[in-house]
């Protein structure tokens, strides 16, 4: 069996500049759909009908306003989602495409697409204005041929292009700041402890005795309200800027959503670069009392992370020093019941983070100052198939739905935050938010559900992470 597999892109140019970031009219949306991951990053999908043909050929053309070149690294790029083992053995009845833009603003218009020679979409290119920045046209082919299996067992066939692995290092290096900058004009480097204190089953998954009922929509946080909620922060130029949410799991571990660090198999956010702050929920106030920040020096992704779904996005980071537990700064329960989603169904999660809220999405910002909370029911996984059919593509075995579909949820910026059940007193990790559909403006769907990874089918691979 051989396996036959090219990537092709060009680049066609008309002149000048670029607008603002928006949705394009969709021409096609039985075929295709602009899709938003929880981090805000904008991507299509495209689903054919699987006609049985061991060739599968898919060319695709977009147009943008703006003047660009191939040595600026203007490129349309398509993966095949379709396992080839399912090809190789004729289950499929649909092919699924992705489709990833060079950039966030501005998001191409798609003009056509055409599968083995039969174009099933079609639609105006960005107009072109006298006076006006000039419109850009970007083709992508993307071919893959395969032969039938003829004994019912064939050879695995990787369903992408092979990849670097960069490993992250093992030590943090010393921070050397350059001659300008001093620590002490960084508002979260403060109150660093060093005593240790491991967490024991009593420990874990309290919240703040002051805790009051969830409100419809969400509510502000108090500091140490959920004390195992982190902020990760990531370095940019001479300052930090806000990245995702984080669950402490121990002294020295912290649990967040693998899209957060990692590209596939590339780590992508440097491990020296992040830093978290805990016992903290207004993350633009200087000065809080018991508040406490650290560095990283190992991350820990799930091998089978694929950031087209949910499915296995999880990273564990480990902190360049341990914590000291006190009434804000302590860790949540690791799920210790069964891992089938039929025992949570209708159950109700509390979910907590910085993401932003309906006022801050509109307003184009990608986080809150203040962290919010809220809580949200699990639905079975027929009702969220169902309910949309891209779930179909973003689900797996290894995820969950959850939501009220009423306009209240996770949005742009909570990636990683933690799906929290109360039993008996005390909050367990059972998920971690991970994407979220987006409306034709390019926002967060939440008249749709939240898909989150299961981190209660990975127990053993936690356990031996934080080892």
């Known amino acids: 069996m051989r396996v036959y597999f090219s990537t092709i892109v060009l680049l066609s140019v008309a002149t000048l500049t670029v607008v603002a970031q928006q949705i394009p009219p969709n021409p096609c949306p039985s075929v295709f759909q602009y899709l938003t991951h929880l981090n805000g990053n904008v991507f299509g999908q495209i689903r054919i009908p699987y006609d049985g043909s061991t060739t599968l050929n898919l060319g695709v ?50 003009t056509s697409i055409i599968f083995n020679d039969r174009q099933y979409c079609s639609g105006p290119p960005e107009l072109l204005v006298a006076g006006e920045p000039g419109v850009t046209s970007l083709w992508a082919g993307h071919k893959y041929f395969f032969q039938l299996s003829s004994s019912g067992s064939s050879p695995s066939v990787n369903r992408f292009p092979e990849v670097i692995v960069i490993e992250p290092p093992t030590e943090r290096p010393k921070y050397k700041p350059k001659p300008s900058v001093t620590i002490i004009n960084n508002p979260f480097l403060n109150n660093n402890i060093d005593v240790v204190k491991e967490p024991t089953q009593s420990d874990c998954g309290v919240a703040k005795p002051f805790f009051v009922p969830l409100i419809l929509g969400g509510d502000d946080i108090s500091d140490g309200m959920f004390p195992w909620l982190a902020a990760m922060f990531v370095v940019k130029g001479l300052g930090y800027d806000y990245k995702c949410t984080g669950n402490l799991i121990s002294s020295k571990h912290v649990m967040t959503a693998a899209r957060c660090i990692q590209f596939y198999k590339v780590q992508i956010v440097k491990t020296e670069d992040i830093l978290f702050v805990f016992g903290k929920s207004n993350i633009l106030k200087w000065a809080t009392n018991g508040a406490v920040t650290r560095g990283a020096s190992k991350v820990i992704t799930h091998p089978d992370f694929d950031p087209n779904t949910a499915h296995g996005d999880v990273s564990i980071i480990t902190l360049n020093r341990p914590l000291e537990f006190t009434n804000t700064i302590s860790p949540i329960c690791l799920w210790d019941g069964t891992n089938t989603i039929d025992d949570i169904i209708d159950k109700k999660g509390t979910v907590a983070g910085w993401g932003v809220d309906k006022g801050a999405q509109k307003a184009g910002e990608l986080s809150l100052p203040v962290a919010k909370y809220l809580d949200m029911p699990v639905v079975s996984q027929e009702s969220c198939l169902y309910s949309n059919l891209s779930y179909l593509t973003i689900t797996s075995d290894m995820t969950f739905c959850a939501g009220k579909r009423d306009g209240n949820g996770p949005c742009v910026g909570d990636s990683g935050a933690g799906f929290m059940m109360l039993k008996n007193g005390k909050y367990y990790l059972r998920g971690l938010a991970s994407m979220i559909l987006s409306d034709s403006n390019g926002k967060c769907d939440l008249a749709n559900f939240v898909v989150f990874c299961d981190v209660a089918k990975i127990k053993d691979w936690v356990n031996n992470a934080i080892r």
Do not use: A, C, W
Request: aromatic content about 12%; charged content about 15%; overall charge positive.
């Open 61 to 110: 053309n977009v147009s943008m306003k703006g003047y660009y070149t191939n040595n600026q690294g203007v490129n349309l790029r398509i993966e095949l989602n379709t396992p080839g083992q399912d090809l190789i053995e004729q289950k499929v009845n649909t092919l699924l495409y992705s489709v990833y833009f060079p950039f966030q603003s501005p998001i191409p218009r798609i």
